[in-house]
């Protein structure tokens, strides 16, 4: 399985508090959007550097910059937009695009209901979000549709908050290219397509929607 997981106490700790049914919506929404900006600061570690000179108040020097007109951030909608706040705090000039999907309750195939990106998608990395990656359904239809508009070069990455094997091994297998990020690897799947243990519903508790 080719998958990033995060391993780190900050993590483990938010975690358990989002896990936890107790946890109410406020306190969801912002672990969801620091765990997300933490899995993006794992995920950019490869990220191009441009040289820049600096003056500081002694001397000139060497400094080194991202361009933050070649990312991308994709949320899947709903979930993914709770993660969108721990990016864009970060680098607040990224062009975000959304894609709208979800997943049939019975059959567990995805829906897509919406799908716009930034025109110039060719020029970018993308980062989709989504923190739940469980049969990969959704996961796979989003890279697919991104793919049409993306350059051949452009990296995308996957940042998902927990992940099932199950998920992680069809992405895999469609998209061996796709690197993955995760703040947890859990189990497997119930007869329901839910992750055990999992956090329960991520739209619905990030929107209070149940
Ligand atoms: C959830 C989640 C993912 C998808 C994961 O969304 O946010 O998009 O399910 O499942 P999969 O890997 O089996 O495709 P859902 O379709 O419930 O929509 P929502 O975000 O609107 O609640
Ligand atoms: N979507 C969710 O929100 N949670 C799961 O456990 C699986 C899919």
């Known amino acids: 399985m ?4 995060l391993n780190h106490p900050l993590i483990s700790h938010k975690l358990s508090l989002l896990r936890d049914k107790k946890t109410g919506t406020k306190e969801f929404r ?5 765990i997300s900006g933490l899995l993006f600061y794992e995920s950019m570690k490869d990220i191009k550097l441009e040289e820049k000179e600096v003056e500081t108040p002694i001397c000139k020097t060497k400094g080194y910059v991202i361009d933050e007109n070649k990312l991308a951030f994709i949320p899947i909608l ?3 937009t709770g993660m969108l706040d721990g990016l864009i705090s970060v680098f607040p000039n990224a062009k975000i ?3 709208g999907l979800y997943r049939d309750e019975e059959t567990l195939r995805p829906h897509k209901y919406f799908y716009k990106v930034p025109k110039d998608l060719k020029k970018r990395d993308v980062y989709i979000l989504d923190p739940m990656l469980a049969t990969g359904g959704s996961a796979i239809a989003a890279i697919k549709l991104i793919k049409e508009d993306l350059g ?3 990296k995308i990455k996957f940042l998902s908050i927990i992940a099932a094997p199950e998920g992680v091994e069809a992405v895999n297998k469609a998209f061996p290219e796709v690197e993955i990020y995760a703040a947890a690897l859990d189990e497997k799947l119930n007869e329901k ?3 055990v243990p999992g956090l329960g519903d991520a739209g619905d508790r990030i ?4």
């Open 2 to 5: 080719n998958i990033n997981v």
């Open 30 to 34: 912002e672990l969801v959007s620091e």
């Open 78 to 80: 709903r979930a993914g």
């Open 97 to 99: 695009g959304h894609i």
């Open 152 to 154: 051949k070069k452009n």
């Open 193 to 195: 397509g839910y992750i």
């Open 207 to 210: 929107f209070g929607t149940k």
